[in-house]
């Protein structure tokens, strides 16, 4: 151990989802990205972190599109080399029956160790639960999070690693927490008021979603016939997870009381959450700290090369790696589409997982003054997401993104199965970031920091983490003026008025006519957020105010 580590307290990180390679699909969207990203960064920066995760045998679906365009999803079982047999297994009782879970050690990522749990054995009456990553709700979704929390402890104890704190990142980790008191009560008889009070001072916990109905809550009775309450009593878990309704256990709710601290994903995001938890009573302090991207994952070092170059020539040079990116993104497009844009006219990417807040088609809302440009392909939209596998409003999002590439073939694309290397791919490769969530429900947005860090100039709603970033004219653009409104209709239209507005008399004209301040807009996005949006400072925060 390095003299930098050992004075710092070391941490076992627990989430649902580890974005690590795009081809190791035991990652959704962006809580895995941050999740992997946070791995390697501590592996990197030399951080005394470990991770706890589950092994899905299937993962997440793989998006596609049927003959008419309309979404689907397919599972299928993937098997991976690198998985490393720790020789453990844990026993887990979820609904009376033993379910025995195996543990991998992933560590062929550039990451800290990363222990995964798998209940894909023959001796499992129930292998699947570590099936489908966030393919069910209710009472499934409750084991998955048992094997992950409960199993998860065990396994650590298991492997002989003995940590200070546990970080659940969102509230899938929770019953963790259960096990953990369960362990003070039976085994130093501490009573359930004296275990959470000492336990409270080993869990942290960083809370995601801004949007209500994205807090997980289940019935008490269902977590008691699942026996995810362990020792626990009624009583303890409404004490713990119940707001007015006694009945409910929220997830959220209860991660905020059992830890000491507790934080959100950006600034902005960590006002919203305050207002939306102010209610919880004993409940953490919710810190803002911002999410941060691992920079040599997800950024051209040529272009961070020429970005900080000081000759007269380091425009033209930036300008050229952006250019090569730009030329592989549409090779991309290419091969995977038949659609072959145009490399020297604009390109906007847009890839978001598909939910109504994100309003995917603002941007055609107003035909008018879209169809010209893209008729003429003045503008080009690449479009990329994926929506949870039980969602129909957002399948129908993706159905209409899909209608618009019909639409427009030569202007608008849709990429299926968005991933990570799609995410590389476009947040290098495009021009232009384009996101236009209705504001405040975007927590933080990790893929705007990875498209400036790259040069891709963003266009975003002030909304996440580009508060804290956007220099309106100088390293991007701001629309919207950061104005709320309670009609959403009222929302959607002042927020597309402004998105067009910006595009018409700044972002087309600048690109096609002013390139020098085109590239200077470039090095300035890249230089203005190289180091603050990155995980080595991000760690560097969660060590200063989460973990001390
Ligand atoms: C970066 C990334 C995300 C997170 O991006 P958001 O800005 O939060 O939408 C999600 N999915 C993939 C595949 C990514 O690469």
Redesign the pocket.
Known sequence: MSKKTKHLPKVAYFCMEY?LHSDFKIYA??LG?LAGDYLKGAKDYDYPIVGLGIMWKQGYGDQMIDENGQPFDAYRNRKYEFLKDTGVTVDVQIRSVNVKCKVWLVDAFGNAPLYLLDTDLPENADAWISGQLYGWFGEERIAQEMVLGIGGVRALRALGINVDLYHFNEGHALFAGFELLRERMEYKGDSFKKATKKLRQQIVFTTHTPVAQGNETHPIDRIMYMGANLCLKRKHLSELGSLEDKDHFNMTVGALRMSKKSNAVAQLHGKTANIMWADVKKSSKIAAITNGIHVPTWVDGKVLLAAYDLKATALDQLWDAHFNNKKALVDFIEERNGVKLDVNKLIIGF???AVPYKRSDLIFRNPEIIEPLLKNQTIQLVFSGKSHPLDDAGKAIVATLVEMSKKYPKSVVFLTD???R???VL?RGADVWLNNPVRPKEA?????M?ASMNGVLNLSILDGWWPEACDHGVNGWQFGDAKEYKNPAKQDLHDMNGLHSVLTKDVVPTFYKKKTKWREMMRNSVVSTHKQFSVRRMLGEYYEILYK
Not at 444 to 448: H, R
């Open positions: 974005g969207g962006g990205i890839s978001r997982r968005y991933d990570m799609i995410g590389a947040t933080s947005g990790t893929s705007g990875k």
